[in-house]
Nanobody
Framework: QVQLVESGGGLVQPGGSLRLSCVASRIIVRSSDMYWYRQAPGKQREFVAVIASGGSTNYADSVKGRFTISRDNAKNAVYLQLSSLKPEDTAVYYC??????????WGQGTQVTVSS
């Protein structure tokens, strides 16, 4: 069974930074499309960023220029660097993997709270 374990969330002041990690098992990050989503209270889960198996990246307009997705093939992990954080970035952040068969797996999420 695929496991995706997120970490790195926390409480940060507006303008601050965090790095979220997603460590994968039973899915090969470098040959999968790896996503970050987020869900704020009372809102639907929304797309944040993706790094495709080929290495290309894409971002939601709301985070473009502030967030960066990357991966470490040796550690079989995906990261999301969050910078210039705003209160509206407060959400639970989820990692999702889509393997070569199209099978989806989700992590349990990590809470990010941006507040002064």
């Amino acid at each position: 069974q695929v496991q995706l374990v997120e970490s790195g969330g926390g409480l940060v002041q507006p303008g601050g930074s965090l790095r979220l990690s997603c460590v994968a098992s039973r899915i090969i990050v470098r040959s999968s499309d790896m996503y970050w989503y987020r869900q704020a209270p009372g809102k639907q889960r929304e797309f944040v960023a993706v790094i495709a198996s080929g290495g290309s990246t894409n971002y939601a307009d709301s985070v473009k220029g502030r967030f960066t997705i990357s991966r470490d093939n040796a550690k079989n992990a995906v990261y999301l660097q969050l910078s210039s954080l705003k209160p509206e970035d407060t959400a639970v952040y989820y990692c999702k993997g889509v393997d070569w068969r199209g099978a989806e797996s989700w992590g349990q999420g990590t809470q990010v709270t941006v507040s002064s």
